[in-house]
Nanobody
């Protein structure tokens, strides 16, 4: 079964850090760019970051630049999102998705991607 599974979410205080993982099963990530997205209650899904299949190109939403870092380990078939200096407004369900290549602006429409994960909850609160 082709799927992406996110993990690593949880409750963290403002200023804290979390590392999310997006693991693929049933297919290899080697040929896919991976995007991270988030959706807060009552808000539209937002593109957060994207990494190319080789890992040589990354892009970020302005709201997370300088705080979040995307990386990948193709040997482990996994992509990571290191989140530092977390803020309450970062609270959301975080999802990953696979497509052929990253697109400027990190569109978050479901049809833009071939495979989606179910998401992991990140809550930033004191």
């Amino acid at each position: 079964q082709v799927q992406l599974v996110e993990s690593g979410g949880g409750l963290v205080q403002p200023g804290g850090s979390l590392r999310l993982s997006c693991a693929a099963s049933g297919f290899t990530l080697d040929y896919y760019a991976i995007g991270w997205f988030r959706q807060a209650p009552g808000k539209e899904r937002e593109g957060v970051s994207c990494i190319s299949s080789s890992g040589g190109s990354t892009n970020y939403a302005d709201s997370v630049k300088g705080r979040f870092t995307i990386s990948r380990d193709n040997a482990k078939n996994t992509v990571y999102l290191q989140m530092n200096s977390l803020k309450p407004e970062d609270t959301a369900v975080y999802l990953c998705a696979a497509r052929e290549a990253c697109v400027a602006g990190i569109p978050a429409d479901e049809y833009e991607y071939d495979v989606w994960g179910q998401g992991t909850q990140v809550t930033v609160s004191s």
